[in-house]
């Protein structure tokens, strides 16, 4: 009988303890989730929240250079959650994974505050780079479902990144991409549709009409200056 009560009161101060460590991210979790309704259940019921505790812990293993246990506790926490962040990755306060499953978060990917991540977010390495191989996010930034952000690129404060979106450049503030490669849609608040990949999305035909039409207007300049010129040879009947 003991033992049980130890067994709650130790459950209670454990809840309560976590609820105060969290209370951001708890916070966050309500404002961003309609469907969140009570403390309790956030602490209780949401993989992403529960990624992000055992990841505090394996982030500060990590950094006292404690081996093997770092992996370990990431891999647990995936196990239990779907959700893998390596022990390296750097994540500000108050993020916010929802549902969670196939997240993956790189070793050297850098997690401003206030971000919100939905499930199939991979914050990833391309495979050709080293050393800081993972992108690096600004505050208050949403991730679309299933969006790839590759390689090390920044993405700057408040953006959004569209569902199945593949980010491999650097995103500006305030701005909105998505597509395949990511392309901006809005910035600033402002609607526009500008290829960010200008290496890779150019194809030779859309680049061939696009010399035709700078050659017509400069051809429709020239015949205009001409007939102008012309007018201006003609003598004035009316005088
Ligand atoms: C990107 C997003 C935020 C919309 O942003 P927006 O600035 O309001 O975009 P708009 O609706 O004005 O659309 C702009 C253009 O992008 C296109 N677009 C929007 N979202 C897109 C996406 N995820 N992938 C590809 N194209 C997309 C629109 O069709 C539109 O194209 P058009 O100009 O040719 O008509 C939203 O579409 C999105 O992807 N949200 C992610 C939500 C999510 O992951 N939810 C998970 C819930 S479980």
Redesign the pocket.
């Given at each position: 009988m003991n033992t049980l009560i130890a067994l709650v009161l130790g459950a209670v101060v454990l809840v309560l303890w976590v609820s105060k460590a969290f209370e951001h991210e708890i916070q966050i979790t309500k404002e961003r989730d309609p469907a969140a309704k009570s403390t309790l259940e956030i602490l209780l019921l949401y993989p992403g929240l529960h990624a992000v505790i055992w990841h505090r812990l394996a982030h500060f293993l990590w950094k006292k250079n404690v081996p093997f246990f770092p992996r370990f506790i990431s891999q647990i926490a995936r196990f239990f959650t779907g959700i893998e962040i390596h022990p390296g990755a750097q994540i500000g306060k108050g993020l916010f994974i929802?549902?969670g499953m196939g997240v993956v978060i790189g070793e050297t990917a850098i997690v401003g505050n206030d971000v919100v991540l939905?499930?199939g977010v991979t914050l990833g390495g391309t495979g050709k780079e080293t050393g800081k191989r993972h992108p690096t996010l600004g505050d208050n930034i949403?991730?679309?479902?299933?969006?790839k952000v590759l390689g090390n690129i920044e993405i700057g404060p408040n953006s959004?990144?569209?569902?199945?979106?593949v980010v491999l450049k650097n995103v500006p503030s305030n701005t909105?991409?998505?597509?395949v490669p990511g392309r901006v849609?809005?910035q600033e608040g402002r609607?526009i549709?500008i290829l960010m990949d200008h290496v890779h999305v150019l194809d030779p035909v859309s680049q061939n009409l696009r010399d035709f039409h700078q050659r017509i207007m400069k051809l429709e300049q020239k015949a205009q200056i001409s007939v102008r010129d012309e007018n201006l040879d003609e003598p004035d009947i009316a005088a």
């Open positions: 929802d549902h939905f499930q949403v991730v679309g479902a299933g969006a959004y990144i569209g569902a199945n979106a909105t991409v998505v597509g849609t809005r609607k549709d």
